[in-house]
């Protein structure tokens, strides 16, 4: 089936450590996007792409930068973690203009320590 | 910005009860409704979604309501189950293809049996 894979599921850092999460999808998206989730705060976005030469920031990249090395693969990286960055990350795709649908990854957890 | 209130945070009903979301935006430019479920340790689905040119919208045992004026949409679920059980976000944007889509804060529905 196709989807949305990311890689690593779980990942426990130290403060000041660069962390790389990684996604990759066979849906034959475009869109890709990572979104954050905190308890009580439900999912923010933190960057999007629309193909490889296409980079936009949402609303929470502070921290973050991101890479689109392929139509395939967004990844999103934690140049110094801290531990407010300890929260669930999702990765996300999204096809063109006909449907407003985002289908999400399983999810990283990552723990900034 | 927009802005998404969701209410209540958490939400227990009987098995066989029906079960209501609220949800309020600020943007009187948002067109685009949808809701997503996350069960327990999953990603986010998809379960259904409305803009803003009709009222209502029925797929099964689940609905959305929108009121364009008092800017608020609902999602009621009847007829509830032990698998309703998870946490459900709204979600609002501009259109189809924004990518600017606020997420509300979760609402984690309990169904007891």
């Known amino acids: 089936d196709a989807d949305v894979t990311q890689t690593p599921r779980n990942r426990i850092t130290k403060t000041g450590k660069r962390i790389m999460l990684e996604c990759s999808q066979t849906k034959g998206h475009d869109r890709m996007y990572w979104y954050r989730q905190d308890p009580g705060l439900g999912l923010r976005l933190i960057y999007y792409?629309?193909?490889?030469?296409?980079?936009n920031k949402g609303e929470i990249s502070d921290g973050y930068s991101v890479s689109r090395q392929a139509q395939a693969k967004f990844s999103l990286s934690l140049e110094s973690a801290i531990p407010n960055q300890t929260a669930l990350y999702f990765c996300a795709t999204r096809g063109r203009m006909n449907t407003g649908e985002l289908f999400f990854g399983e999810g990283s957890r990552l723990t900034v320590l | 910005g927009e802005n998404v209130e969701q209410h209540p945070s958490t939400l227990s009903v009987q098995e066989g009860d029906s079960a209501v979301i609220k949800c309020t935006y600020s943007?009187?430019?948002?067109?685009?409704f949808p809701w997503y479920k996350q069960e327990l340790g999953k990603r986010p689905q998809l379960i259904i979604d409305?803009?803003?040119?009709?009222g209502e919208k029925k797929d099964q045992r689940i609905a959305v309501t929108l009121n364009k004026t008092a800017k608020h949409f609902s999602l009621h679920i009847t007829e509830t189950q032990p698998e309703d059980s998870a946490v459900y976000f709204c979600a609002a944007s501009m259109d189809f293809g924004n990518e600017k889509l606020t997420f509300g804060t979760g609402t984690r529905l309990t169904i007891i049996p």
């Open positions: 943007d009187s430019a948002s067109n685009y």
């Open positions: 409305i803009r803003s040119n009709v």
């Open positions: 792409s629309f193909d490889v030469k296409d980079i």
